[in-house]
């Protein structure tokens, strides 16, 4: 019994003294889901470390309210085409890139290609591509562009052929 007690006590022990060192720490660094940085200062605000003059910075205040510091948007993505065309080019985790992956699928005589569709967004595109199988079935690949032109596959199908 004191064996799990002076245990008890020694988790305390570093549990204070992680504590104590956290709550004291720098800024903190961290990547956005669309590949951008962001510090986080030890005053509650973030920024983007893009410093440009198209970077912005977001206040947290302590009552969980934010505001903006600036309104300008990084440089963007302005075109549906080239946000398909960064899908197509996408390592695909089979062979080759995604655009030949599927256009070999789409060569099998029971598949019928039914091309690729871009759907803009608030903040970049929905960029899909829609196979039918056997004249039945559709099978869609999904990936969401970001103005910044980074990709990331949006369901299931996109995630099995996408390399990471």
């Known amino acids: 019994m004191s064996k799990y007690i002076s245990v008890i006590v020694l988790n305390i022990f570093f549990i204070t003294i992680i504590s104590a060192t956290v709550s004291s720490a720098n800024d903190i660094s961290a990547a956005t889901e669309d590949g951008r940085g962001v510090i986080l200062h030890d005053d509650g605000t973030w920024e983007f470390t893009d410093t440009t003059e198209n970077s912005r910075s977001i206040i947290l205040y302590n009552d969980g309210t934010w505001g903006f510091t600036g309104f300008a948007k990084p440089a963007e993505l302005n075109k549906g085409e080239q946000a398909e065309e960064i ?3 996408l390592q695909c985790s089979r062979w080759g890139t995604i655009d ?61 052929i996408t390399k990471e």
């Not at 929905?126 to 990936?143: D, F």
């Not at 990331?152 to 199908?157: A, E, Q, S, T, Y």
């Open 100 to 160: 030949e992956y599927l256009t070999k699928k789409a060569a099998i005589s029971s598949v019928e290609d039914l091309g690729w569709k871009v759907y803009p967004k608030d903040d970049g595109f929905e960029v899909e591509r829609t196979l039918l199988i056997r004249q039945k079935k559709e099978s869609k690949y999904r990936w969401y562009v970001y103005e910044t032109g980074k990709a990331k596959p949006l369901n299931g199908r996109a995630f099995g």
């Open 87 to 89: 899908v197509k080019k």
